[in-house]
């Protein structure tokens, strides 16, 4: 979300969204219905060029430069312009929300700025589902939490579910709609092997990406005053002038001012604007992680926070993984929400299949055969297109895919499980390509969470018969 302002195509900031591409603002609602706002030409660029700049007091001769260049122009004229702006935005000159005046100096845009890449398809985590099917009442769940959380209400939501499931691109999915409101994405995931080991890997990766982006100053330095010992373990974050006083500052604190320090960064950040924090893949997470999640879950008082935590279900529980009793505790206490992700409904795989669109009566038998083989895990589903797309018995068209061979070829074709799509496809490897395979999965079979490997390999479930398509497990 807070990606390169240069690769924008539109930029946001609390309640409003500056649309680049089409030249336009559009006024957003928590309900996420947006407004769209004409101004004219010249306060369209004046407004760009402060949003372009937010924090920075911009002199009125820079301004008229940028929206005027090599024509003179009043100084006097920018009033007009400004006036219009701060009536589009309902914003006042008195008590500024977003455009100050300096007298005599300039104008400055205070509100925080977030930028968007084209497409609308980055998702935080991933690559936001192509086609994003399904999922109504989880999604319109996370919503209705977001908006507690808005209003004060604390909210944690654990999502669970089998790998593959749709875990990522459902929260990738309500990022994209909650991002319309004026919230801050806090988000970070483990690593296989690694984050088990690294204390606080993903809550250190998750305040690296937003000092990393826009507005990142403001946290890097609530970082620094507020919370000193996360500080040092970020010195890329940290002006290098303070780094030594820092290190002396924090040397021999130990976790519990840790903690305190966390715990009050958060409620900072709360105060400023609503702040979803969320963490991926904790099945790899390190203890210390989830001590600091039961000290987020013991917070008192009016909070503008959501925390969002991810899961795999079936890793958690083979190691007896503490995330898992922790949600399981918290949700015994009635203090969180646990989301346990379903299969995708076969209705929601042929939406998927035919791009949205109703399905065409002739591809109703490839919807049932996939519904049915995939067991309805999007991953699977995936694969098994892929597969069918590769013997040319599926063709993919803007308006969804298509079968091009008869119902009893599909079959015959179709694998029985995703299994075995996945050792069709390591067969028409090349033999150097299969020993690297081979390789490369002995040496990552020691990793954390138990499922070492390259791309997909298959759980023990399989290996011990049971081979109901759902054995597979995906490695980073
Ligand atoms: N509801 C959906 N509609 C369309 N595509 C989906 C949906 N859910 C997931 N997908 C796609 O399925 C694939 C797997 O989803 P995702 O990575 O979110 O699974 P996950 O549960 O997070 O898996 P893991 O446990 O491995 O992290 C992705 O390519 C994703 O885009
Ligand atoms: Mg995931």
């Given at each position: 979300m807070n990606s390169d302002f240069r690769a924008r195509t539109s930029l946001q900031f609390s309640g409003f969204r500056l649309d680049l591409s089409n030249q336009c603002l559009w006024r957003l609602s928590p309900t996420l219905s947006a407004t769209r706002i004409d101004l004219p030409p010249k306060t369209f660029a004046v407004l760009r060029h402060l949003v372009e700049h937010p924090h920075r007091l911009m002199s009125s001769e820079a301004l008229l430069e940028a929206v005027w260049p090599g024509v003179h122009v009043q100084p006097e004229v920018l009033k007009g312009h400004v006036a219009a702006i701060r009536r589009a935005l309902g914003d006042s000159a008195e008590r500024p929300r977003y455009v100050e005046t300096h007298r005599g100096r300039g104008y400055r845009f205070i509100a925080s700025v977030d930028a968007f890449a084209a497409g609308g398809h980055s998702g935080f985590f991933a690559r936001r589902a192509e086609r994003f099917v399904g999922r109504a009442p989880e999604l319109g769940a996370l919503l209705a939490a977001h908006q507690r959380a808005q209003a004060g209400t604390r909210q944690i939501v654990f999502i669970t579910g089998e790998a593959g499931i749709g875990k990522t691109a459902l929260v990738d999915e309500f990022l994209a709609r909650a991002s319309h409101g004026d919230a801050r994405v806090l988000g970070g995931g483990c690593v296989e092997g690694y984050g088990g080991t690294e204390p606080y890997y993903p809550v250190l990766d998750a305040l690296g990406r937003l000092c990393g982006g826009a507005g990142g100053k403001e946290v890097s330095e609530a970082l620094v005053s507020i919370a000193p010992t996360w500080a040092v373990l970020m010195p890329a974050h940290v002006p290098a002038g303070i780094r030594v006083s820092l290190l002396a500052q924090t040397i021999g604190t130990g976790r519990k001012r840790m903690m305190r320090e966390i715990c009050d960064l958060l409620e900072a950040l709360a105060i400023e604007r609503p702040l979803l924090f969320v963490l991926?893949?904790?099945?790899?997470?390190d203890y210390s992680t989830i001590d600091m999640l039961c000290a987020i879950a013991r917070l008192k008082?009016?909070?503008?926070?959501?925390?969002?935590?991810?899961?795999?279900?079936?890793?958690?529980?083979?190691?007896?993984?503490?995330?898992?009793?922790?949600?399981?505790?918290?949700?015994?206490?009635?203090?969180?929400?646990?989301?346990?992700?379903?299969?995708?409904?076969?209705?929601?795989?042929?939406?998927?299949?035919?791009?949205?669109?109703?399905?065409?009566?002739?591809?109703e038998e490839l919807a049932h055969l996939v519904a049915e083989r995939c067991g309805g895990n999007p991953l699977f589903m995936q694969a098994i297109l892929d597969d069918l797309h590769e013997q040319a018995l599926v063709d993919k068209t803007p308006d969804g895919w298509h079968q091009t061979a008869t119902a009893a070829q599909l079959r015959r074709a179709l694998p029985r499980t995703i299994a075995q799509v996945i050792?069709?496809?390591i067969q028409r490897l090349t033999p150097e390509a299969q020993r690297a395979l081979e390789a490369a999965s002995v040496a990552g079979g020691g990793g954390g969470g138990g499922g070492g490997g390259v791309g997909v390999s298959v759980s023990d479930d399989r290996r011990s018969g049971r081979d109901d398509g759902r054995g597979v497990r995906r490695s980073v």
């Open positions: 991926d893949d904790l099945h790899w997470a008082g009016s909070l503008r926070l959501m925390l969002v935590a991810i899961y795999r279900s079936e890793d958690a529980a083979s190691v007896q993984h503490p995330v898992m009793k922790l949600s399981h505790m918290l949700s015994l206490r009635g203090s969180c929400q646990v989301i346990a992700l379903a299969p995708l409904k076969p209705d929601s795989i042929g939406t998927w299949l035919a791009h949205g669109a109703s399905l065409h009566p002739l591809d050792e069709t496809r």
